[in-house]
Structure formats: C-alpha cells, structure tokens
C-alpha cells in the first residue's frame, strides 16, 4: 500500500516533474533604474550623491507622484528614546554609541525631473534620455517621515516612466550603525533613497524601525560610479569594473551594473582583504588586521555554503559576494551582494567558530531570501528571516550535528558550560510565550514592541513552520518546491499569500488551515505518550527487559493532541542497539485508520470535529523491546509541552568540578527537559535587595534547572559576609501563578560560626513577585517589579563595636513586607543616564522567637548624569574629555520602630564606603553620595584567554560620602564624612554576550578615628 506520505502529494506529481527544469530568468524589464554618482569623504563624515531614478509604472492605476523610502531622513523622536535606549542595551551597546541626536542624516538640496517616456516608446528603460529638465517639490510625509513624496506635473499612466535626479548629502553620524563611522570604518548600509512599492492600492513606503529591517522595495538595477580616498578600501554590493587614480589623493571605482535589492558601501584604510572562489563565485572577505583568524574562516564558512545553497535554490546571481566587518550593533547584517558582520563577532573566542559558522550561513542565506527573492519586511518578516533561520540550521545540521555545540572548548575543559544549538534556537521562543507574549507569526513589525518578540517570532517560530512545511513535503519534494518559488519570484516580491498560493499549487490541495494556524495565528500543539502496552501489559516508564522466546513484542501506543491544532507527526521507537529512532510510524490525526503492512502496523485515529484535539492507537509488532517512544522524535513541531513526548522521562544530567550561576541560565540547558547538575559550588550576587542580601557562598550544591519554569537545589557552604557554614535549599518558580509573576524561597541553617565574634545566621525567605520590566541581563534581577515577602531570620549582622545605651539587637526577626523596585539605569552595566528607585515596608511580628513588634522602611534613590555642555561651554580637546565625564548621585536611608533597635548597619561597600557593618548600627540611618566617573582608557579591546573576556573602558570614581546612624534618637557621633576613589573595570564576556562592571573602592572616614576601607564588587554601587 502506498505510504501516507505520498498522500499529500499524488496531485502534485506532474509539477514535480516540470519544476526541476526551471531556472531564473533575466531581472523583469520593468524594474527600476539606479545610477548613482557617489563622492565620499570619510574624514568630513560626508557623502555627496547624484542619483538618477527611473521608474516605470506597471500597473493600471496612473501615479501621480513617486514616493521614496528615505530611511536616511530618520531622526529619533522623544517619546522613542528610551525604548531604543534599551533596544541597544539588548545588542550589549551603550545609546551613547548607537544613537544619534543630530538630527536626520539625509540633506535633500534638490530633485530635478529630467523626463517622462509614454507607453509606447520603442526606447528600452535603460536606453531612454531624459527631455526635459524640471525642479519639482518635495515633501516627507505627515504620517511617515522616511517617505518622501515628490510631485509630478502630469500622471504616470501604465506603461510610462519617469526619470528623476536627486541631488543630496549625507552627513554620516560618529555612532555605530547602518550609517555612520565608528573606529575609521565608515558604513553606508540600506541608506539609499530608493522608490517604494506601488501596486492598484498606490504607494506603499514602509516607516521606518530602527531596532530591526522593515525593508519592503522593489530590486533595482544599480550603476555606481563611487570617488573616495585612495588609502580606502571599499567593500560594496556590486564588483568593480573599472579603476582609476584622480588627483588629491583620490580614486574613481566604476562599479558593474548589477540588479540588487540595495546598495551598500563600507569603507576603512584599515581593512585587510582575504579572497577565495567557489562554483565561479568570488568571494571577497574585508576586515580588520587583529581579526585574521575569522577572516579566512569567513571565506571558508562561505566557500562550503554557495554550493549548497546553489543546490537547494538556484544559482547565486553574482559573479562577486563580499562580506565585512563593521561597527554596526547587530551580530550580522544583509544587503544586496553583501554581508555585514559586526565587530564583536570576528572578536570572540576561537572556540565559538560553530557560532559564526553559524551566523555567516545565515545572513549568506538572504542573498537568495531578501535580495533576489524580495518581501515585506516591515509587515512580514517571517517570509525571509523565517526561510533564512530554518536554511541556516538545516546547513549546519548536515555540517555538524543537530545537536552541536557552539563553543569548541579545549581539552581538558570539557566540563564548563556549553551552550547546543538547539537549545539557543528555541529558548528565546520559549520565554517569550512564557511571559504571555502571544504574537502572530506574521505582523507588522511595531506590533511586535521590541527586538526579542520580533526574534521570536519572526526567526524562531518563523523556522519551525518552515521545518514543518518540509515535513509535510518530504525532503525532495520540498527542495523542488523552494527552487520553483526562487526561480519564479528571483528580483520580484514573494509575499506570505504567495508563499501559500504556491504551495497550494504544488500539492493540489488547500494550506488554509495550516497558515490560518501557524502563520497568521500564535497556536501550538501538544502530542504527548499517553500510555505504552507490551505484550497485553501496561508498561511503566522504566526500562524493563523484553520476555524471553518471543519473535516480537506486540506494543500499543496511545498518543494525544491537546494543544489546537492536529499537526500530523511521526512516532519513533529507539532500541537498544542502535542510534536514534530507526522505526518511525507516520501519525496523521485526521486519517481514521491507517494500515501500514511494511511496518506491521494498524494507526488508529479520531479527531475532534474542530479538528484541535485528537487520540491516536498505534499497534505495532517490535522486533524486540524499545528503549523509548517519542512522538516527534526530531523536534519539528512547535510543541508547547516537550517534557511529554516521551514514554520514559528524560533527564539531562550534568557533574561540574565548578558549579557557577553560568550552570543556571536558559542558553547552557537543554530546553525539552529536566537538568539536573551537581558539583563544587562558588556563589556570588551582583545585587541585595533591602530586605535580604544573597552573600558569597563557597561549598557543594545539587540544583534543578527546567527553561523558563524553575531553578533552585540544595548546597552546603561557607558564607563569606558573617563566616558561617551554612546548609540549606532555594528555588524559583518563573510565571507561577501568572506570566509576570514569580514565586521563590530561599532556606539557610547555620551550622557553625568560624568564630565567638561570627553571628550565628540562619534565616528562611519566601517572595512572590509581579514583573513590570524584564531584564536583558543575563544576572540581575528584573528592571522593575514588585514584590510581597515573608522572612525569619536570626540577627545576621556583626556585633558592633560600639553600641549605645538602651540598644536592642532585635536577635529574631520575623516579618512581611512588600517591596518595589526599578532601575532604569542605561545601560544596565554602566549607565550613562537614568534612575534607580528601591522603597521597602517590613512589619515585624512577634512570633517564632521574635518577641516584640517592628516597622521598617527603607527608601534609596539614583541617577547618572552626563556633565551637561553649560557646565564645559569651550570647545577643547579638555573640554570634550570632561563632557564624556558622568555624575552619579545617591540618597537613601532606612528607619524603624521601635527607634532602640540595632536593625541597620550604616557602612558597607553599597552604602557608607567610609565604615565597615560593625560601625554605627542604629534604628535609623540615611547615607548621601556623590560620585565622578571618569574615564581613562574608551573603547579598548585588551582581551584575555582567547577573547574570553576582555576590557572594553576604564574609569576613575573620585566619590564622597555623608551619613550617619541613630538609636533613640542618639547619634553615634558627628555626622559621618567620607573620601575615597575607585576604579571602574567594564568587562565584555565571550564578545557580545554579557557585560560587567568590576570595581575596586577605597575609602577614608575624614573626621572619625576608622581604618581605611577597601571594597570590591559587582557593578556599581548605585
């Protein structure tokens, strides 16, 4: 009988056989014409350009005006700047790299018409002369300024053409960007004023998003002609033709006409170039010297691609490809016949060679879906991050291993945190959802908020539809399918709709309810193993030996769907001599019987009438006892519950000599199950709150970890801050009872002090929080939220030297209280401008050992501040040294009753850096700070153990501090006056992944008789 597999497809044959056969023509005649008259001079961060459009309107409705996509006339508006200040804190970049206030780049001086040809010129586009010459009015749009709207005197009828000259200059911003100069690369990317689509409906300008690419035009035929300086080496979208010396030091690059989707120009006299050819293609690899490890890579990675890429597509449509290195905030970036890639990715480790392998494959894979095969990126990103993530994965699946890592650690090493490449790609997926961040997969790219959603959606869900469409197709078929659809759509626009439409076609049957679903939808699914029989018996979920003297296991299997949509799937069995899952049985919910007699088996099926739930029996004959059952072996779907695909229950788990907060995070677990790790533990926090301070802890822990639902373990430790050793357990229970909400304890039992002077702490906390604003860090808590709290606790600071008549030590404390916190500190580890708010109520209740009632209160707030230009108005060298300068400012306090109880201690490397905690303990205290952080050394790259790490700035902190501390309205002595300095170490982990502030603080007390103080630590102090 013939497989289920080819059911889907009987009407298709005939295509299948005639698609094969199809190739990419010629560019449509109709597109338009680009000549561009470039002279660019990097050192006045200027570009003066020509350019020459001609347009020809194909459509039956007369254009009356022609409207550009100016993205270049972007300007950041008010109410955007915060937004996009986090939005670069996401990429690990400061706004004060990345964001311009100079206003727009873009100074249109004129646009000219030079002519019109009507429809029935026996003239070719490109061979027609202008015939007139005219200055016509220009405008941006009201609702959409990056549209630039040009008048006509007369209509474009069908057929006609236009021919228009804009004479303009941009003037290239000091930042990191698609546009600007930054470490004497100048970048021109997507900058082009180039004609926006126009259909029946009129124009279509796509705004402008400045976190991510809402590209939607038209591909056009490009001449170039570019003058810049001679030292310049220049990496662009189409191969030069023809160069020349000029006088002034300059050079004249011709470059060949060539239909792109834009054009892009970067451009550096430090450039090194590394060359390399694969299937007549020329590949040109331009960075900096410091980097030539990744460069020759880059050009292998590159190498291996195209002709891959060339089978499953069709043939790359240039002579010449050229990647790049540039400061632009994104790991990579792609343009027609060209790839950028950022900076900090040729400068990570070595070691994550698989990562840029990765990465390069990617953005190599828009060159087929965003260049030649154009879309709607501002409304659809999905049709070519989708396509490009799903390829890119697909490549490196048959490079390195579905389940390959992305760091290649050295020997020996073995055993620190990885990071599989499977779970990278789904963890962002999985946060998102769990955070109640429900999206369609195809939107408009606002609708989105923010870049991770976007990411999400876009690439991540975007991937697995596409790897589900292949599921359904077959292997062969599906690559017949994808070269039909390049070849069809090569340098016009593929929509969504088309992409459904054609499928449609190819298999001769209707997609609506999986697009309905998937893509126009935010839905899932959930198979899950039910139950498993053997041989009549109901088999637990451990591993039983098979009888002895049977020839087969009679097994039956009953699955579920109940996540809304019955996404037909595979049942794998896995045995014990063997890799994988060799016997698979195709599950299509919808199909009430299927008898597969080659497999000797009988699938039984019955689906809901909504066609969103379904129970499935598998009877089977097993040569012998399976290992494990898993529907969807391969992970294809988008299965919101994973965990319960399998028969037996899978745990990965993990012994580590060195057992750090790295072993507990999203990225270095795997996503579809239970980790469970053990091993010596070190602990730090980079935070307190006011109500309970995590301390160091050095010892042994066992913890569980699952994606975006729990972390916590049991350890046993020495506590650095009060020198106990300690035992106890913690965890956290993300999105419980809500998607914003947490819930977590923590539970530590002193089981000696090192010494009589140690306080015996032992203290238990259980919080329940309600997230406003998430983090992008991969180690603070929450940028704002707000939480209740319950806490007993012995009296956890050390005895005071000095304590006042009349004072309580409050030596058991139990409590509630509630909390609220925000830091809106940007960025998040060295703020260049924001404020920090922490407020705190605590009751104490007189219940298990605590003997009497107590209110506590703490308030502290904090702000950056750049030296603002009144204060430095001269225009010096000094001068802008001191305005690159920040001030950072700090007051809070903290007050209780009764007013006689020793509750707080004033010093600390976070408060009064002038005492220790065994100074000045009171029922109230209130500290002030001032602190100038000055830098020494910017944007350095002095790395360490293969760019593991490295230091990126260096600064100075000049600070003063006042405070002081009271009981019964008794201060300990005068107000307190403390100097000190410090140094301000800003640390890049692994090039871009995480970024750190190490401080190193001395302090003196001015005018009391205390010993110098030295404090190390985490991030700032506020």
């Not at 809500?738 to 032992?762: H, I, K, M």
Request: glycine share 8%.
């Amino acid at each position: 009988m013939v497989k289920p597999w080819n059911l889907w497809f009987v009407p298709a044959l005939a295509l299948l056989a005639v698609s094969g056969t199809l190739t990419a023509g010629e560019p449509p005649a109709w597109l338009p014409r680009y000549d561009l008259d470039i002279v660019l001079d990097p050192a006045q961060r200027l570009a003066k350009v020509k350019q020459r459009v001609t347009w020809t309107n194909r459509h039956q409705r007369p254009a009356r005006e022609i409207v550009f996509n100016a993205h270049l006339h972007y300007s950041i508006p008010d109410k955007d700047v915060g937004l996009l200040a986090k939005m670069v804190e996401i990429l690990r970049m400061a706004p004060s790299e990345a964001m311009s206030f100079d206003g727009p780049a873009l100074d249109i001086r004129q646009v000219t018409l030079l002519g019109a040809v009507p429809k029935d010129s026996t003239q070719s586009v490109a061979a027609r002369v202008p015939t007139r010459s005219v200055g016509t009015r220009f405008q941006y749009a009201e609702d959409n300024p990056t549209a630039l709207v040009v008048a006509l005197p007369e209509p474009v009828g069908p057929g006609e053409s236009v021919t228009l000259e804009l004479s303009y200059d941009v003037h290239i911003p000091a930042k990191k960007g698609r546009w600007g100069q930054w470490a004497g690369v100048t970048t021109l990317a997507q900058w082009v004023p180039v004609v926006a689509v126009y259909s029946e409906k009129g124009w279509d300008p796509a705004p402008f998003i400045p976190w991510h690419q809402p590209f939607h035009n038209e591909a056009g035929i490009y001449k170039v002609r570019v003058v810049l300086p001679k030292e310049q080496k220049l990496a662009c979208s189409a191969a030069v033709a023809k160069e020349r010396d000029l006088e002034d030091g300059k050079k004249e690059l011709i470059l060949a006409p060539t239909c792109l989707r834009d054009f892009a120009m970067i451009a550096s006299d430090r450039f090194e170039e590394h060359t390399g050819k694969a299937q007549g293609v020329d590949i040109r690899v331009l960075a900096l010297p410091q980097h030539e490890f990744y460069a020759k890579e880059a050009v292998k990675i590159i190498s291996e691609c195209l002709p891959v890429y060339n089978r499953w597509f069709g043939a790359y449509p240039y002579p010449q490809f050229t990647l790049v290195e540039s400061y632009f905030g994104w790991n990579g970036n792609e343009c027609g016949g060209l790839v950028m890639i950022d900076e900090r990715m040729f400068n990570m480790p070595h070691m994550a060679r698989a990562y840029l392998d990765y990465l390069i494959s990617h953005e190599f894979c828009h060159q087929w879906w965003y260049n030649a095969v154009g879309t709607n990126g501002y409304a659809e990103s999905f049709m070519d991050e989708g396509l490009a993530t799903y390829f890119s994965h697909r490549i490196i699946n048959e490079k390195l291993g579905k389940e390959n890592m992305l760091l290649a650690l050295p020997a020996g090493l073995e055993w620190l945190p990885n990071i599989r490449r499977d779970d990278f790609r789904n963890y962002g997926l999985i946060g998102v959802r769990a955070r109640g961040e429900i999206f369609p997969t195809v939107q408009e790219m606002p609708k989105f908020k923010h870049l991770v959603n976007l990411s999400a959606y876009a690439y991540d869900r975007g991937s697995r539809i596409i790897g589900m469409i292949e599921e359904r197709l077959g292997e062969k078929a599906f690559l017949e399918f994808t070269r039909h659809t390049y070849a069809k759509y090569q340098f016009q626009i593929m929509r969504v709709a088309d992409y459904q439409k054609e499928l449609e076609l190819y298999t001769g049957r209707s997609w609506e309810d999986f697009f309905q679903h998937w893509v126009y939808g935010s839905g899932m699914c959930d198979w899950s193993v039910e139950r498993v029989e053997m041989d009549g018996k109901l088999r637990p979920r451990v591993c039983l030996p098979r009888h002895r003297g049977k020839n087969t296991v009679k097994t039956v299997v009953l699955l579920k769907q109940q996540g809304g949509f019955n996404e037909p799937t595979v049942l794998g069995f896995s045995f014990k001599d063997g890799d994988g899952y060799p016997l698979r049985v195709p599950i299509i919910p919808n199909a009430p019987l299927l008898e597969l007699d080659e497999l000797g088996a009988r699938v039984h099926s019955h689906a809901s009438d909504d066609c969103k739930e379904a129970t499935v029996r598998v009877e089977i004959d097993l040569p012998c006892e399976p290992v494990q059952i898993t529907v969807d072996p391969d992970h294809v779907l988008l299965d919101q519950k994973p965990t319960n695909n399998h028969w037996k229950p899978v745990i990965r788990y993990r012994l580590t000599p060195l057992y750090t907060q790295l072993e507990e995070t999203d990225v270095t677990n795997s996503y579809d199950r239970w980790n469970v790790i053990a091993g010596p533990w070190l602990f730090a926090s980079a935070y307190s709150d006011p109500w309970f301070q995590r301390t160091p802890i050095a010892g042994a822990k066992i913890g569980v970890y699952r994606t975006q639902e729990f972390a916590g373990g049991a350890f046993i430790g020495y506590r650095a801050n009060d020198r106990n050793i300690v035992a106890g357990v913690d965890g956290v229970w993300d999105h419980v009872p809500l998607p914003n909400t947490q819930v977590g304890f923590v539970l530590e039992r002193s089981l000696a002090a090192l010494s009589n002077g140690d306080p015996s702490c032992s203290r238990g906390v259980v919080y329940g929080r309600y997230i406003l604003l998430n983090s992008s860090s991969l180690y603070l808590p929450p940028f704002e939220y707000v939480e209740v709290f319950g806490d007993i606790q012995n009296r956890c600071l050390p005895d005071p030297i000095v304590t006042l008549p009349g004072a309580n030590p409050f030596n058991q404390r139990t409590s509630l209280g509630i909390h609220y916190h925000k830091n809106l500190m940007t960025p998040y580890w060295d703020a260049e401008a924001g404020l920090s708010l922490d407020v705190s109520y605590q009751y104490g209740i007189p219940i298990f050992g605590n003997n009497e009632q107590f209110h506590q209160v703490y308030g502290q707030v904090a702000m950056v501040k750049n030296t603002p230009d009144w204060l430095v108005p001269f225009h010096h060298p000094i001068g802008d040294w001191l305005r690159e300068t920040r001030w950072a400012f700090r007051l809070g306090g903290a007050a209780a009753l009764p007013n006689n109880g020793e509750f707080f201690a004033l010093g600390g490397g976070d408060q009064f850096r002038g005492f220790d905690q065994q100074q000045r303990q009171g029922s109230l205290v209130w500290v002030g700070s001032v602190e100038w952080r000055v830098p020494i050394f910017k944007d350095v790259c002095w790395d360490f153990c293969d760019h593991v790490g490295g230091v990126r700035n260096v600064y100075i902190a000049p600070f003063y501090d006042i405070g002081d501390a009271y009981v019964n309205h008794q201060s300990y002595g005068p107000v307190a006056h403390a100097f000190g300095a410090g140094l301000r170490i800003d640390f890049a982990w692994l090039g871009l992944i995480e970024r750190t502030i190490l401080r190193f603080d001395v302090a003196k007390t001015i005018n009391v008789n205390s010993p110098v103080q030295f404090w190390f630590g985490v991030q700032h102090p506020f």
